[in-house]
């Protein structure tokens, strides 16, 4: 089983930049098998994929509506995938999850096995 937990979150200004942190105490062998990546839900609104960052780091897919502002990283020596908003809008507002997987068409449209308990982003003046 592998447990993700996220931080970072908070409140900003419109224009501002958070950057969120999924962080894995499993071992690198086992973190660096898995695909990632950041999803998001806002009230009464589904969930949405926001981007995916492949095992090796080496393939990254974000949502049309974030593209140019946010990035996904990852860091195999800490076993931590990041994040970085910005230029932040109120529709970016939400509870920011990230999740793992072994195979990439479940974070891709399907349900990935492996969730964080979340970290609320609130973009507002």
């Known amino acids: 089983h592998l447990q993700l937990v996220e931080s970072g979150g908070g409140s900003v200004q419109p224009g501002g930049s958070l950057r969120l942190s999924c962080e894995t105490s499993?071992?690198?062998?086992?973190?660096?098998?898995?695909?990632m990546g950041w999803f998001r839900q806002a009230p009464g609104k589904q969930r949405e994929r926001v981007a995916l960052?492949?095992?090796?780091?080496?393939?990254?897919d974000y949502a049309d509506s974030v593209r140019g502002r946010f990035t996904i990283s990852r860091d195999h020596a800490k076993n931590t995938m990041y994040l970085q908003m910005d230029s932040l809008k109120p529709e970016d507002t939400g509870m920011y999850s990230c999740?793992?997987?072994?195979?990439?068409?479940?974070?891709?449209?399907?349900?990935?096995?492996?969730w964080g308990q979340g970290t609320q982003v609130t973009v507002s003046s």
């Open positions: 999740a793992a997987d072994y195979y990439w068409s479940a974070l891709d449209g399907g349900t990935p096995k492996y």
């Open positions: 960052i492949s095992d090796n780091g080496g393939i990254v």
């Open positions: 499993e071992s690198s062998y086992v973190y660096v098998a898995y695909h």
